[in-house]
């Protein structure tokens, strides 16, 4: 079994900061990518920023110079820091895991989901 545990979300006004962790538990060999994706209200979940395992990092582009993804691989954790905040950020934000290989018999490969954190930016 492998949870994702997020936290760091919360109300911040525009132009604040907020800096989102998320630790990955469980019988986990290694990960291939991980990531942050938002959803807002009314609308479809979206990719903010992604990382794997050899540091290599891509970002949506409405976040591109204010948000900074980072991981730790030896705590399975990622990170977002979210710089210079619109209201327009505002969303549940959920960690992705993918490519968890799995420590069981026969190993799997599966990908995760955490449960999502609020982040509310007000004007």
């Known amino acids: 079994q492998v949870q994702l545990v997020e936290s760091g979300g919360g109300l911040v006004q525009a132009g604040g900061s907020l800096r989102l962790s998320c630790a990955a538990s469980g019988s986990i060999f290694s990960i291939n990518a991980m990531g942050w994706y938002r959803q807002a209200p009314g609308k479809q979940r979206e990719l903010v920023a992604t990382?794997?395992?050899?540091?290599?990092?891509n970002y949506t582009d409405s976040v591109k110079g204010r948000f900074t993804i980072s991981r730790d691989n030896a705590k399975n954790t990622v990170y977002l820091q979210m710089n210079s905040l619109k209201p327009e950020d505002t969303a549940v934000y959920y960690c992705a895991a993918e490519g968890v290989v799995v420590l069981s018999t026969p190993w799997r490969m599966e990908d995760y989901w955490g449960q999502g954190t609020q982040v509310t930016v007000s004007s």
């Open positions: 990382i794997t395992s050899g540091s290599s990092t």
